[in-house]
């Protein structure tokens, strides 16, 4: 009894999709260094060759200079997405209402009627995560079913 009952408690764990996923952000620093060591292994090739690499790391390296400015937390945290927040040490699931001057009008995932508002600056804008698809437990989720339906039909057979 007590495997089918952790066989349940996992396959339970295990339904749900969707993931709270952090957007990272590009580091012009280390693509810069991978750029420069690729010039330095292709240098060794062929003069005509390492000038045009030379040439497009280099319309690259001003690509990557003019990145465009941080997200301000007002443009992350956009009605109606339904994110992870980080408030002054304690996380919170919430989708976002709408935003009143620098306060964020939103209620919890699971209770629509309660409301809660955070000031900008109590929202730790490096730990926002944004509910999206996970490919691979929703691979999972479909092996563990494909095997159970085999599991089903062979004990069946028997």
Request: proline share 3%.
């Amino acid at each position: 009894m007590r495997k089918y009952l952790y066989l349940i408690i996992l396959s339970l764990s295990l339904v749900s999709c969707y993931t709270y996923q952090v957007k990272k952000t590009v580091d012009t620093a280390t693509d810069n260094k991978q750029e420069s060591k690729n010039n330095i292994a292709l240098a060794n090739t062929t003069s005509v060759q390492a000038e045009s690499i030379n040439a497009k790391s280099q319309s690259q390296n001003l690509n990557a200079q003019q990145t465009p400015a941080p997200v301000s937390i007002q443009e992350k945290l956009a009605p109606n997405k339904n994110v992870k927040i980080d408030v002054d040490g304690r996380a919170y699931k919430v989708i976002v209402d709408r935003w009143e001057n620098d306060s964020l009008v939103a209620h919890p995932v699971r209770d629509r009627e309660k409301v809660l508002k955070f000031h900008k600056n109590q929202i730790n804008a490096e730990k926002i995560a944004e509910k999206r698809f996970s490919q691979p437990i929703a691979d999972i989720i479909t092996v563990v079913a494909y095997a159970g339906i085999g599991f089903g039909i062979w004990s069946l057979l028997q």
